[in-house]
């Protein structure tokens, strides 16, 4: 069974810094894109990134570029997502999510319950 | 970028018909060379998270039921739900992934009439 949990959310100030985590297991954690995808409080989906399944390749949405990193590591069967220069916008669940493959131009076919990340002061 | 164009933004449907959710996209999302629509649908319901429907346009994910069905090519495309249950309440959501970055339509909320 694929399970994906998200961890680091919470509380932070306007300009600070937060890392997300999310331990995946259930699969073949090496063999598969990751992305991060947000929602804000009772809006839709955002798509923020994708990793390709080595870490080679990476993709931003313009509104987080610059200031969020995602990473891997293949021998934890970990994903992350460094999120510098918070903004009140950033605020949202995210969801860490597993691509049904290995190439990053693909579905999403699993998603983590998501974490709250809330800038505020 | 993408813009993916969902209507309605809401729906209500009687158990038991047809609901049809729309999605238009401001460019193709057929790959040629492949002759695939990178284009998948997902439901998410209050309090959880999306859960995947539809690949490829049409390919239904394993488990889901087949009163649920995708179609489409090129821009514009299609989910419909055949004798709608109560469990189908939910928001829609379509999604593109043929060019980062990637994007998703604004949802379209489905309740029964």
């Known amino acids: 069974e694929v399970r994906l949990l998200e961890s680091g959310g919470g509380l932070v100030q306007p300009g600070g810094s937060l890392r997300l985590s999310c331990a995946a297991s259930?699969?073949?954690?090496?063999?598969?894109?990751m992305s991060w995808v947000r929602q804000a409080p009772g809006k839709g989906l955002e798509w923020v990134s994708v990793?390709?399944?080595?870490?080679?390749?990476?993709y931003y949405a313009d509104s987080v570029k610059g200031r969020f990193t995602i990473s891997r590591d293949n021998s934890k069967n970990m994903l992350y997502l460094q999120m510098n220069s918070l903004r009140a916008e950033d605020t949202a669940v995210y969801y860490c999510?597993?691509?049904?493959?290995?190439?990053?131009?693909?579905?999403?076919?699993?998603w983590g319950q998501g974490t709250l990340v809330t800038v505020s002061s | 970028d993408i813009v993916m164009t969902q209507s309605p933004d809401s729906l209500a449907v009687s158990l038991g018909e047809r609901a049809t959710i729309n999605c238009k996209s401001s460019?193709?999302?057929?790959?040629?060379?492949?002759?695939?629509?990178?284009l998948a649908w997902y439901q998410q319901k209050p309090g959880q998270p999306p859960k995947l429907l539809i690949y490829?346009?049409?390919t239904r994910e394993s488990g889901v039921p087949d009163r649920f069905s995708g179609s489409g090519s090129g821009t514009d495309f299609t989910l419909t739900i055949i004798s709608l249950q109560a469990e189908d309440v939910a928001v829609y959501y379509c999604?593109?992934?043929?060019?980062?970055?990637?994007?998703f339509g604004q949802g379209t909320k489905l309740e029964i009439k």
């Open positions: 999510a597993k691509d049904g493959c290995s190439s990053t131009r693909c579905y999403i076919n699993y």
């Open positions: 999604h593109q992934y043929y060019s980062t970055p990637y994007t």
């Open positions: 990793i390709s399944d080595s870490g080679g390749s990476t």
């Open positions: 490829w346009a049409s």
């Open positions: 460019q193709s999302v057929l790959y040629s060379s492949n002759n695939k629509n990178y």
């Open positions: 259930g699969f073949t954690f090496s063999t598969y894109a």
